[in-house]
């Protein structure tokens, strides 16, 4: 069972930075056990230094609390939300595959619709980098989850590439099938 470790200067219901690796091996192991899939999604909230210059870092944290806290209300219990910087959060998505994470991103941008940017009309661009990993016993955890960060992370920054508001998904650099 989880437990959500919440800093107690912010309230926005994710997980630190620090969990972010632990989190992710224990649920490859899991999802390895259970002969499940995992989906790992980075969702971008927009340039954190332009922001920053904008709003100030302040105005940053409370919309990244108020982001946090409606995406955590809007998940299954058993998906996990992570703090991976200051504008951008992991969700790890538990017996979910790739296809079905575009419809999360789908459901999140409905949620999220009302969260304006502190000042402003505008609503905070989402960007999204979607990875399922690939779940295989012949592969150690470790380089499962390296691969499946790799391959999010180059993935959000295609999807920011495409001009914002965008949600991109990369195939695996690994075969499913492939021989050890």
Known sequence: MRSLKKNPACSSALLKRSSYLDVLLSEVRRCLQQKTPMTLMLLHFGKASALVKEIGEGQVEHMMQQIGQALASHIRQNDVPIRY???TIALVLSDTTEKNAFLVV????????PTKIPGSERTPPISVGIAEAVLQERFDAVDMVTEVINRVENALEAARAE????AHSLAPTIQPNAVA
């Open 106 to 113: 789908d459901k999140m941008r409905k949620v999220l619709a």
């Open 163 to 166: 001009g914002g508001n965008k």
């Open 85 to 87: 910087d200051l504008t």
